[in-house]
């Protein structure tokens, strides 16, 4: 997922963004240690993914905050 489609999304999208590449992620873990996946990279890109949604997501809450 690309930097400027996260920033486009909603705190309440990102949340919930994160916590479906959460599970994803740990679905392809539990697929790659049973069988070995056909691109093992995109164990790689959905952790980048889940950073970039955290980082955004913790950037915005910071941002809040120092409005207050």
Known sequence: ???????????NELREKTTDEQAILAKMKLTHT??????????KGSRRTIARLKTELTRRI??????K
């Open 62 to 67: 910071k941002l809040e905050a120092s409005k």
């Open 1 to 11: 997922m690309k930097q400027s489609v996260i920033n486009e999304l909603s705190t």
């Open 34 to 43: 049973i069988s070995p996946l056909e691109n093992p990279m995109k164990i």
